[in-house]
C-alpha cells in the first residue's frame, strides 16, 4: 500500500480573491494478480470514494526503489 498526496494550485478562489491550493490524499493499492486499485480517502471521515482500478499485467504488482 501506498499513501499519496496530490495537491493542486489555483482550484479555488478565497474571500479576497486570492488563489486557494487543495489537496486530495489517495491510497494506491498493488493486488497480487496485477491489477493496481487507487481510492481517494476522504481527509475529514477516512472514507474510501472514486475507487479507481487498472490492470498492470499477470504479474504481481511491485514497488521498485
Request: no cysteine; net charge neutral.
Amino acid at each position: 500500500m501506498m499513501f499519496h498526496k496530490f495537491v493542486s494550485g489555483a482550484d479555488e478562489e478565497g474571500g479576497d480573491g486570492s488563489a486557494v491550493a487543495t489537496s486530495t490524499t489517495f491510497l494506491n493499492v498493488g493486488l497480487h494478480n496485477g491489477v493496481l486499485v487507487r481510492v481517494e480517502v476522504d481527509a475529514v471521515t477516512g472514507k474510501l470514494t472514486d475507487k479507481r482500478t487498472r490492470f498492470i499485467g499477470s504479474r504481481p504488482v511491485q514497488l521498485f526503489h
